[in-house]
């Protein structure tokens, strides 16, 4: 099992940027994909982005051009920088590792990040 700690959040105002960070317990080395994902209040848990040990990325069509995930092997971080946010992507973000590459089916989650944007 994989222990996930999410930070980074916070209030921030229409137009401005965060930059969320996971710390994983373990070496990432040889977990094959990483994400994050979101969820408001009242509603489910959407996939934010995802990035693979190689590099390679994926965004949710609300994320592409303005988020970035990035990945760090060497210190075992995984990390979402946000740029032009809006009141809409107000939620709690968390981070994701997918089973099989953590020892639970439901895969390993962080406790969440807090992200408000004020109008």
């Known amino acids: 099992q994989v222990q996930l700690v999410e930070a980074g959040g916070g209030l921030v105002q229409a137009g401005g940027s965060l930059r969320l960070s996971c710390a994983a317990s373990r070496s990432v080395l040889r977990i094959g994909v990483m994400g994050w994902y979101r969820q408001a209040p009242g509603k489910q848990r959407d996939l934010v982005a995802t990035?693979?040990?190689?590099?390679?990325?994926n965004y949710a069509d609300f994320a592409a051009g303005r988020f970035t995930i990035s990945r760090d092997n060497a210190k075992n971080t995984l990390d979402l920088q946000m740029n032009n946010l809006r009141p809409e992507d107000s939620a709690r973000y968390y981070c994701n590792v997918p089973w099989p590459y953590t020892t639970t089916k439901a895969g390993s989650w962080g406790q969440g990040t807090q992200v408000t944007v004020s109008s």
């Open positions: 990035i693979s040990s190689g590099g390679g990325t």
